[in-house]
């Protein structure tokens, strides 16, 4: 008689987009020689956070479509035409008019991934998979049986045990002032929680899309848009709302730049460094990998054939010269006059379906340089956080073109304004409510600004080793903090001189940078204290990988990890 097969648990924590591809790369691994639990806090799967009303409201868009999103069951055009015509209606869709280069509201992005996790989970059922889903399920704990390999998930009504744990936590805005400080919000989300009738100046900290979605959703609560018989959006603020103001505070004062048409929808590209060369570079390089190589590799040398006038024009800068150089323009320009030539130009480059290439060559850089980013000396990774990112984070926001009407709308009615603040500013909360703002102006000038109401909106914030929630991983020291090394042991001993508290040095006198989150391998398996990877728990959180992840780009995102996962579980190399 055949013994029955030892099938595997697999546990996946979170059933949002990260959830989904890891689900979806199970179900499509060929192989059913295991089951799968999926523990989710909300009560339904596939929308997560950012597409659901913890969120979004109707308002919101994404800033993907339909061909930058990577394949699931079905496209969104194909899902587009079962959607309920009310569902339709509500969102303002024509099917008969719709493209697959058209961004989609959030709200109903959401429906089309919950749609999606249903028809995998008919995939894994018409496949002989068990899958079992724990809604409403908070996990509270994970902890680790190292001698049985084996590991243990607890909630709060019950605790089992697991051969690999997949943590897909997704978003966390921890609560720092709000609900103790009147009128402070450490986050825009959910949403609904800024339905509030002002009638004064709104502090918005930050300018990224998280503070976009937080202008949109104000302002429709203390006013309406209008458009006139030429299509032109105009704003008018409520008759009860005369001093209603929103006032963004941005490092640099600029806005981010405008949604344009992407020559490859997914942020890939031939010609960059494969697995291979950066490995063979790390090994002639004290096995650091060089920021200026990524750089010369993966962006300057692409435009060689692709764009030669651009490539003249950048081949022999530095990467603060090459960032000097692209933001001299923004700095220039006042920041919505930028806004509207850029939006002229996107429009152009949508209609002509031709790139803005530069823009989406910065956009695969930063998708590319990801995932290595843990082999960057602690001095790139220092160059990284203060020179590149700030103009990466700029320009491939890609700001939908929706909002991107509604921002100079608010801003020609006299309701939206940005101010530079630097990187110096501070955010004090006050007793009695709301916050001061102090900053340097631009004739460097100290501000020290009263508002009643206070927006976090810098996003999703890179949390540290001690928020990492799953505190027995934490005392079993099973996670370990993310650092990354100096290469140059005096630099790191100056820094740690300068009284930099992120420094530390080891017992072989080498010096390291501490960065945010937790420390994990190629494969996103958590290390522990000696630095050893566990075969068992990984873990695709955004939140605690910040420190070797320092970018991420959605959905792209979580199709790459999860592979790499799957991969690491069949023991694929």
């Excluded at 089992?160 to 805005?173: L, P, Q, R, S, Y």
């Excluded at 709104?202 to 976009?212: D, N, P």
Aim: hydrophobic share 35%.
């Amino acid at each position: 008689m055949k013994m029955m097969e030892n099938k595997k648990r697999i546990a996946i924590l979170g059933g949002g987009p990260s959830g989904l591809f890891m689900y979806k790369r199970l179900v499509e691994s060929g192989s059913t020689n295991f089951e799968i639990d999926i523990y989710e806090r909300k009560s339904t799967l596939g929308a997560g956070m950012p597409y659901s009303r913890e969120g979004a409201n109707d308002e919101h868009v994404t800033n993907v479509s339909d061909n930058e999103t990577p394949g699931i069951a079905t496209s969104i055009s194909e899902w587009i035409l079962t959607v309920p015509l009310d569902l339709l209606e509500r969102f303002e869709i024509d099917p008969d008019k719709f493209t697959e280069y058209k961004v989609v509201p959030r709200l109903l992005f959401g429906y089309y991934l919950a749609d999606q996790f249903k028809l995998l989970q008919q995939k894994g059922d018409e496949a002989g998979i068990t899958t079992r889903i724990h809604y409403q399920s908070n996990v509270v704990d994970i902890s680790y049986n190292e001698q049985d390999n084996e590991v243990w998930v607890e909630t709060i009504t019950e605790k089992d045990k697991f051969d690999h744990v997949v943590i897909c936590t997704g978003h966390n805005w921890p609560l720092r002032y709000e609900g103790k400080v009147k009128g402070y919000y450490d986050a825009p989300y959910p949403p609904s929680k800024l339905l509030l009738k002002l009638n004064h100046p709104v502090a918005i900290k930050g300018s990224s899309l998280t503070a976009i979605d937080a202008i949109r959703t104000l302002a429709r609560e203390n006013g309406s848009f209008k458009k006139d018989e030429n299509g032109n959006i105009s704003f008018q603020s409520h008759v009860e709302s005369p001093d209603f103001k929103m006032i963004m505070h941005s490092r640099s004062g600029m806005l981010p730049a405008v949604r344009f048409h992407l020559e490859d929808s997914h942020l890939n590209n031939n010609s960059l460094l494969t697995e291979k060369e950066i490995e063979l570079h790390r090994r002639e390089n004290d096995g650091f990998l060089s920021l200026d190589f990524v750089f010369q590799k993966d962006f300057k040398e692409i435009f060689r054939d692709k764009d030669p006038d651009f490539y003249n024009r950048i081949k022999d800068l530095s990467i603060e010269d090459f960032v000097l150089e692209m933001m001299e323009l923004r700095e220039r320009l006042e920041p919505f006059q930028l806004l509207k030539a850029e939006y002229i130009q996107a429009e152009k480059s949508i209609k002509r379906q031709e790139s803005v290439y530069w823009k989406e060559m910065l956009a695969v850089l930063s998708f590319a340089m990801n995932h290595p980013a843990k082999y960057l000396s602690a001095e790139d990774i220092q160059r990284l956080q203060k020179v590149l990112m700030p103009l990466i984070s700029i320009v491939i926001a890609f700001v939908p073109q929706k909002s991107c009407i509604e921002l100079l709308a608010l801003h020609y009615a006299g309701v939206l304004d940005i101010i530079p603040v630097g990187a110096e500013s501070t955010v004090e909360p006050q007793n009695g409510g709301g916050i001061r703002y102090n900053f340097l102006d631009q004739h460097n000038n100290p501000q020290s600004v009263f508002y009643e109401t206070f927006i976090d909106c810098v996003g999703q914030p890179h949390l540290s080793y001690a928020d990492f929630p799953f505190k027995s991983l934490l005392s079993q020291k099973a996670v370990s903090p993310a650092k990354i090394k100096f290469k140059s042991s005096e630099r790191g001993h100056l820094a740690f001189l300068e009284g930099n508290g992120s420094v530390e040095s080891d017992s072989t006198g080498s010096y390291f940078l501490n960065v945010s989150g937790i420390a994990i391998n190629d494969n996103f398996q958590i290390i522990d204290q000696y630095g050893a990877y566990n075969e068992n728990i990984f873990i695709m959180a955004v939140p605690y990988i910040g420190g070797y992840n320092p970018d991420y780009s959605g959905l792209d995102f979580c199709e790459a990890v999860s592979l790499r996962i799957i991969n690491s579980i069949q023991g694929i190399n």
